[in-house]
């Protein structure tokens, strides 16, 4: 069986031996991911798992009085749905749309089938979950103690990670409300960026000029998450 190129573009799918992988293959579903599009409430329950492919999704969660933060992020590196298999089924966070695109979707009790044979998918989406988990604490550590410069410089560099390209369609006031900062201090921290000539912003538009100048000037938490995802998913096509 021939396989589509489309479903690989997505890391996790791309993992899977050839077996596993034209199992599911029929019942990948390609569906658009746009830009502020809701795939899961606060409190829901998935339907179905979403593999990105060109869509970067964003876990985000939104206090009381209506103040919200990203807690993950989620593009071709990954899938939205770890709750099914975990057995949890709901979680305290929505799963909003943050850079609109596309990625295959599969059917929620297809993938506890597939998680349930207790083979190579298993092995590959617990790995997962576990890079997913240093994300989401890293990401608690650097919105503690790191400053909105450095902050914007994870946040960018993770970003460009799943994209093909260094245009990034982006309002300030959306990048405010991922990190949880105020939008003066994104306005201020771009500011900077754009003065060292690391990035050039028109409003709604950001162009990455300098990715080692990003580098230079991100905190620790960029590159212990990137590595953990590379120690944890980057050999599982041979285990």
Known sequence: MDLPRGPTQNHLLAALPAAELERIAPQLELVPMLLGDVLCESGGQLQHVYFPTTAIVSLQ??????????IAGVGNEGLLGVSLFLGGNSTPHCATVQTG???????????????????????LLLRYTQALMTQMSQTAVCNRHHSVEQQLCRWLLATLDRLPSTELTMTQELIASMIGVRREGITAAAGHLQQAQCIRYRRGHITVLDRQGLESRVCECYGVVKNEYDRLLGDVRQR
């Open 61 to 70: 969660y939104t206090t009381e009085d209506g103040a919200s933060a990203e």
């Open 101 to 123: 695109g596309s990625g295959y979707r599969l059917k929620a009790h297809l993938l506890l089938e597939e998680f349930d044979r207790a083979g190579p998918m298993m092995r």
